[in-house]
């Protein structure tokens, strides 16, 4: 027994030691990876945006003319403001399309909805760069869209709803929608049914019942939609440079035009650094305000 | 039999039996090879690469993503080493800044012999020895003939109210200074002005004048195709090479050589410092240089051989640029100076466009 008893005793603080190592090491591995492939990037970025760059070569004179540079055009102000109003604008859109929607796919009792949800969701299934294109086909001066305004009289001349900050949003927003409707989507169904059932038995109207218990019970959700598709919108590439060409600017295009096209990775690192700490930034501003209405 | 034929007869057996172990041995060697896609793929799969795994015995991996400046900016962030052996379609401005950056091979005729057949002017464009180029062409104009007179002149294009009127608004294409074909363009509007590479502000000024007529921007040369299809464009400086391209497969345009002249341009194949496959690499820069290569590629593309004596016909060599009096006359904008200013220029171009 007292055998047993020494084998008990000196198991429990073992078992204890182990399983108090477990979230370490379940951690471990996401932790390496955006060490990895995050923050050290990261921190090369910011080393480089401090690097004076001459006739496209890195020198090692450290210097703050990049980000003088930046502030100092407006080209690359409006970039930045641009930016910020695409994905402003995106999340915004995405949220107000995407709460009905996933509201009905949520509470809908048909027996297709596994198929509403499916199609919902088609969009996913198509890489951005195909969706993109069939803006452009709608869109640009010879498109669908001017042949049907010209056809039906409502234009006399062709007119070019592309190159655009609107077509950048209405490609960005359709391209997004998916995800803002998957975390609202997430966000209703943890809301218990009978919160509604009892606010309406005590007088509520189904219009006073969403507003006062469905619609702050589903913040987290709206929140976190918005945030999703604000920070996939301002880092897009590939509908920004389609929908909005060389002329209309965002970050992300100009930072690739800098790395890629004009070699200057001084100021493209300069630009990135500035977009993934506003990102950043306001990424944590939206969840404290969502976090905080949640709780209120 | 002799003792000499003995041996001769022993040394031939042998070279026959191994032969196939040889020819295996070698077909297992790759060779990456960067260019790029849409009809340059077809093309240089089909004229320059197959031929070569046949007559090499090996096999190549044709990778057909990036623009020369892509491509080198894969260079750099890999340090030499982007993954492929040959990048087969530098400008200019990217094997100048290789060579400072020592991400190029130093090439010598030991490694390439067909360098020595070379024009002269080849190592006043790039730096000797630092590629291999393989394909002259010149930014020239090019124009709806269904649509507009013939122009004449790069102020045509830069000035288009002052020739075709208002009927050429919404008609005129814009490039980004991204694209080298936009700086070629930028530096003829700074000429026509008294300006040139040390003095651009001639070309903002034409740039200002002409934005109103605009209807489309791009950045790649390839994106401006579907514009010149749909009508939508109807005068634009371009490539002659792609121009020659398109004008045989239909489309209603023509292609000018302005009377200011036009500005040439060489593509150039380099080998990056850390390329697997340097030999085999060396040995593809120098079949781009064959005689041979070099006319069936010239014909394929609608592009001028890079090296004197390759025979061409005369209707299509009209078009070329073959003679020595032909290259000292095409003018070569300074690649270095491009490189130094680029990054000012496209952001001018971008505060006037934008």
């Keep these: 027994m007292a055998r047993d008893h020494g084998v008990i005793g000196s198991a429990a603080p073992a ?19 955006l060490l990895l492939f995050f923050a050290l990037p990261n921190a090369l970025l910011l080393s480089a945006s401090f690097v004076k760059s001459e006739a496209q070569q890195l020198t090692n004179e450290l210097t703050l003319e990049n980000y003088q540079f930046l502030f100092t055009r407006p080209l690359y102000i409006w970039a930045f403001i641009r930016t910020f109003i695409v994905g402003t604008a995106v999340g915004a859109i995405d949220v107000l399309l995407g709460f009905p929607l996933a509201y009905f796919l949520v509470r809908t009792r048909s027996r297709w909805k596994g198929l509403l949800i499916a199609l919902a969701l088609a969009p996913l299934l198509a890489s951005v760069v195909v969706r ?32 655009s900050t609107g077509a950048i949003i209405v490609g960005l927003a359709h391209a997004l929608l998916p995800y803002t409707v998957l975390t609202i989507m997430g966000s209703l169904q943890g809301i218990n049914p009978n919160l509604e059932a009892a606010a309406m038995s005590l007088g509520a109207s189904r219009t006073r019942t969403f507003f006062h218990v469905v619609l702050p019970l589903s913040f987290p959700g709206i929140a976190g939609g918005f945030i999703l598709a604000f920070s996939i919108a301002i880092s897009a590439y590939a509908t920004p440079a389609i929908l909005g060409g060389p002329a209309t600017q965002v970050m992300a295009t100009a930072i690739y035009g800098f790395m890629t096209q004009l070699l200057d990775w001084s100021i493209g690192a300069a630009l990135a650094v500035i977009l993934v700490v506003c990102a950043v930034t306001l990424a944590y501003a939206a969840a404290r305000l969502g976090a905080r209405q949640a709780a209120l | 039999m002799s003792r000499n034929l003995r041996r001769r007869f022993l040394q031939q057996a042998a070279v026959a039996v191994a032969a196939p172990y040889v020819i295996t041995a070698r077909a297992q060697e790759t060779l990456i090879v960067n260019t790029q896609g849409g009809e340059y793929q077809e093309l240089i799969e089909r004229v320059v690469i197959r031929p070569f795994e046949k007559k090499y015995g090996v096999r190549v991996v044709h990778d057909p993503t990036g623009t020369a400046s892509q491509d080198y900016a894969k260079i750099r962030a890999s340090r030499g080493a982007p993954g492929f052996d040959v990048a087969g379609l530098l400008t200019p401005p990217e094997v100048i800044l290789g060579v400072k950056e020592g991400l190029l091979e130093k090439l010598s005729e030991r490694e390439v012999p067909n360098l020595r057949h070379l024009w002269d002017k080849t190592w006043q464009v790039i730096p000797p020895g630092s590629g291999a180029p393989h394909t002259l062409q010149y930014a020239a104009l090019v124009y709806n003939k269904e649509k507009l007179d013939r122009p004449r002149s ?21 490039y980004n200074p991204a694209n080298l074909l936009s700086v070629y363009a ?11 590479v040390d003095n651009m502000e001639p070309a903002w000024q034409r740039l200002k004048a002409q934005k109103p007529y605009v209807g489309v921007v791009v950045t790649g040369s390839a994106e401006a195709v579907p514009h010149f299809e749909n009508g939508e464009v109807w005068i634009s400086p371009y490539w002659s090479a792609r121009s020659g391209y398109y004008i045989d497969r239909g489309l209603p345009f023509d292609m000018v050589i302005p009377d200011e002249g036009a500005s040439g341009l060489f593509d150039v194949a380099c080998v990056p410092v850390g390329a697997k496959n340097k030999k085999l690499a060396y040995e593809f820069l120098n079949w781009r240089l064959d005689p041979a290569i070099q006319r069936e590629w010239a014909l394929a593309y609608f592009s001028s051989p890079t090296r004197p004596g390759v025979e061409l016909p005369a209707k299509f060599a009209a078009n070329q640029i073959t003679t020595k009096e032909q290259i000292a006359k095409t003018q070569f904008p300074d690649s270095d100076v491009i490189g130094a200013r680029r990054k000012d220029w496209t952001v001018k171009w971008q505060e006037i466009m934008g």
């Design chain 1, 132 to 163: 993109t294109y069939g803006w452009y086909i709608l869109l640009n001066r010879y498109g669908v869209a001017n042949d049907l305004l010209v056809s039906l009289g409502l234009l006399d001349e062709r007119i070019a709803f592309m190159p």
């Design chain 2, 154 to 174: 790069w102020a045509d294009y830069w000035e288009p109210q002052k020739k075709y009127a208002a009927k050429v608004k919404g008609h005129v294409i814009q």
């Design chain 1, 15 to 33: 078992a204890a030691r182990q399983s108090g190592r477990v979230p370490w090491l379940l951690i471990a591995a996401p932790t390496a990876v």
């Design chain 2, 186 to 196: 930028l530096i003829h509007a700074a000429q026509l002005g008294g300006g040139g």
